[in-house]
């Protein structure tokens, strides 16, 4: 574990890595790149890593596929480690896994993160990990709220070393439902956990819901 040095003692501090997924088409979005969709004058992705240093993540790996001719430069500035997937049409399952083993295991705990979620801020990262650190059993924190999944989920680096040791079909999704017992939900109402978009309908609905307007990126 890292330390930190406070008042003259050393304080241990987790080492906290992250994995951002932005592979996707955005078929449903008329071939978009969401994670290139703008709130507030800022792409989602750049406000993804944004939180994800405002929660002090030591190490991040970007995970890129269609589109990663625009998505790449729109994350030059930020110093993480970008991925590529060269077959993203085999789905997001393909890209996690390129996402686990580029980050490895040398982690006390590791974000998973879509790019596509348009409220996830720092504070809710922070108190993702602090609940992770502090959960009664398991190996992995999963948000839920009113019953449903939410994002993002976090792992300790023993089951991520689990999950790189196991069948290259095997990621955290089905790991999940394959070892139910390693999994703590974490009960909230926070509905940043559970907003993303899909489709332009879901633009809308965002702009309904919380008053904010998301923009198509522009054409290239």
Known sequence: MACDLKQGGFVSRARIGAILLAAGQGSRMGSVPKSLLELEGLPLINRQLIALSGAEVDEVVVVTGYHHERVEPAVAEFPVKIVR???PENGQASSVRLGIEALGSNFDAIIMALS????????DIKKLIAVFKNRPSGEILMPVVNGQRGNPIVLSGAVMGQIIESARNTVCRNFMDQHPELVTPYETDNEHFVFDVDSLEDLNTF???TGLVLKLPSPR
């Open 85 to 87: 997937n060269p077959n």
């Open 116 to 123: 596509d979620q348009p409220l996830i801020n720092a504070n």
């Open 207 to 209: 702009a309904a819901k």
